[in-house]
């Protein structure tokens, strides 16, 4: 006889796998790092020993580093398998099927993902047509059964950023009523602004960060969770104990202590972000502010012709054409100022073609 | 105001942080492999670039290599971030607070945590007092809400196994109910026998295996969860879509080629298991019967005292005397010739001081 899953999991949608041969490519479609981590990590795998990797994973040393490197106590942090597993982890302990999920759409998928695994109520609040956030319909929304709001500064895949003021609104009025904050930072690094400071300040906040971005480290699978120290107790409990592989400790410890690296590297991608913002809107195209490594570009019927062609030339991109407000978008990820040059050609050449056509 | 997490995870044990400080020991304590992966695993590491790792995690060669190697079609497995997440990942698809697991006990203790952070009802079977497995009982105790039913095989920490024919009437007698059989086969290689061709056979029967123990690559976190097509279909949507890193994927590429060492490995384990039972024996102690890379034994009342002097001596062992039917037992993994030497002349060494005082 077959088994039977739980009904919530019959309601989820389809699997999609992850997409494959990407090797070679100019990657500009997973907000990765194009270029990769500080080659210091790399000199540092070459000295892996097999005892490394054969012992179960520790993790006193990266704790260590970690709590001085981002200014906070080491019970006031855990690393998750990726911010995939710090969400779900933030979910599992919160969240129960009779409970709501406020979340601004459109916003990465795998908080949708992991919030109809529990089967919870998911309200989504539509961004502003500008793609700005959209903070009086989202406090509006708030209900009784509100246990949780997805925050994502600056946000993916919209790029946009949340005023300050903003957040701190829907701290305070979440604060009193226990609602869960969850604020998502993966893109600090291009951003520079951040609520860790504030952990203690509004006891539902909880803030994610990855190394899957500016720090070139996605393959790897590192995440943190920051909160205060009776949230991180309670996440505890539910985190896997070995959830982070050795790997990824090893090379963060390095990665931080490169800082130099991560900070040239942002600091050429917000250059890099500009450039290419304007080249593209010489071409009349719509891009939306950004303050993140990508842009999102409206390039109107062209759309779907501007993805292929890239393709061809083996530039890949995004297309966010089925996310609300995104039609006709692309998700442009920002490289070195040879890829973006290489990528600006390519979108000029596609586009005149297109013209010419229609 | 505080954030309250679920009733469940107000329930759930306090958090027991894993030990650390174990390198440079020789580490009998965890079942690890305690020389290490294939040599082979150690040359690839030096040929890893930025590209491999900044990239999202690429599953479909790994996946075609494994499907050969265990003769299963790719829909017929899953890889997970180590056994722990394939354990979750199971109960996370099938399990309800309303449900029941029938847990035989003492057994790996994840079972139990990742059940308690669903609620379902978790009731225990106690093994037999010869540390055999108790199938009667077992049948016993399935009851109308029976959901799942955990068998390692062989288990840890007692080292028994499951008569196969034991094996077999449970999966016929739940086959019919629907009632899930997780079986874990994570020392299977020290064993040698394996349900893996039968998972079309019995639509329930879900197996997991690891790359931590014989492949010695604990520290890279990946393990396989196996069944029918349908089932893996419903536990793909459930699953993380990068949650094995890429490391762990390309030390598991070639590992598996590397055939030839974990064979060799296993066999010297096995061997020298029964010289070291053979020897324990010799100084009066009870050992038990073991298909694993450890032995149970009884040290009475020298137990804690035998475990700590052998610390001394930079020998880890694990005390087991806290699990049901384990009082005074330490576990005891099995390594090379030389290790099993300096282990077995520290224990008489002890034992002898131990028994001039007592």
Request: hydrophobic share 40%; charged share 25%.
């Amino acid at each position: 006889m077959n088994i039977k899953p739980r009904e919530e999991v019959l309601k989820m949608p389809k699997y999609d796998p992850p997409l494959e041969g990407r090797r070679g490519k100019l990657r500009l479609d997973f907000n990765e790092n194009p270029i990769g981590c500080s080659p210091k990590v790399i000199e540092m795998l070459k000295s892996l020993t097999r005892e490394d990797i054969a012992i179960y994973p520790e993790y006193n040393k990266i704790n260590e580093k970690i709590a001085n490197y981002f200014n906070v106590s080491q019970n006031e942090f855990l690393l998750t398998n990726g911010t995939d597993e710090g969400i779900k982890l933030i979910i599992d302990t919160y969240i129960s099927p009779q409970d709501e999920m406020l979340l601004p759409v459109p916003i990465f998928s795998m908080f949708e993902i992991y919030a109809s695994i529990i089967g919870c109520q998911i309200s989504k609040i539509l961004y502003n047509p500008d793609l700005s956030f959209p903070t009086n319909n989202l406090l509006k929304a708030i209900s009784a059964r509100t246990k949780i709001i997805i925050l994502a500064n600056p946000n993916n895949p919209t790029g946009t950023d949340i005023n300050e003021n903003d957040i701190l609104k829907i701290l305070k009025i979440t604060n009193k009523k226990g609602i869960v904050v969850l604020l998502d930072e993966a893109y600090y690094d291009f951003y520079g602004e951040t609520f860790l400071p504030s952990i203690n300040k509004y006891m539902n906040l909880i803030i994610t960060r990855t190394f899957s971005k500016a720090y070139g480290l996605a393959g790897l699978r590192l995440g943190i969770v920051f909160s205060n120290s009776q949230n991180i107790k309670f996440l505890r409990r539910v985190l896997s104990p070995y959830s982070v592989n050795i790997i990824a400790v090893m090379a963060a410890m390095v990665a931080l202590d490169d800082e130099e690296y991560i900070k040239k590297f942002s600091n050429m991608i917000k250059i890099n972000r500009n450039i290419v913002k304007r080249e593209l809107e010489k071409l009349d195209l719509k891009v939306y502010p950004s303050h993140t490594n990508f842009l999102i570009t409206d390039f109107g019927n062209a759309c779907e012709y501007v993805e292929k062609e890239l393709k061809k030339r083996g530039i890949l991109v995004r297309n966010r054409s089925n996310y609300p407000l995104l039609k006709n978008c692309l998700r442009i990820g920002i490289g070195t100022e040879d890829q973006c040059e290489k990528l600006l050609q390519a979108i000029k050449d596609i586009i005149i073609k297109w013209r010419k056509n229609h």
